[in-house]
């Protein structure tokens, strides 16, 4: 296989392999994390229902005045206390977390680590 397509199926093995652990309720919704190079991107996601109930990025006006660049640890760490607040304004305190094919370390460590800090249980 092409180097690219070898990386691309992996990704998918580990993310499947996630998946298959993780799954989100009404009471605890899954928190799926996808991240650029640039931005990270949080979806809080109802499995039972198969609905999105709100999504975060770092390209959000709340973030982006703050942190100018969205791709780095401090910013991660200010979107998680965010999506912390903004989940316990709709009632939310414990989630699943779907780290996808990404190694939990750096940008998700400080994620998660910021959403622990705002009062989100995982």
Known sequence: MQGQKLRTLKQRK???RVRLKVSGSPQRPRISLFRSHRNISVQIIDDTHQKT??????QDKEIKSK???GGNIKAAMLL???VASKTKEKGIT??????GHCAFHGRIKAFVEGARK???EF
């Open 80 to 82: 998680g206390e965010i």
């Open 118 to 120: 705002g009062g989100l």
């Open 14 to 16: 580990r993310h499947q």
């Open 94 to 99: 414990k989630v699943a977390f779907d780290k």
């Open 67 to 69: 942190v100018p660049y």
């Open 53 to 58: 109930l709100f999504s975060f990025s770092t």
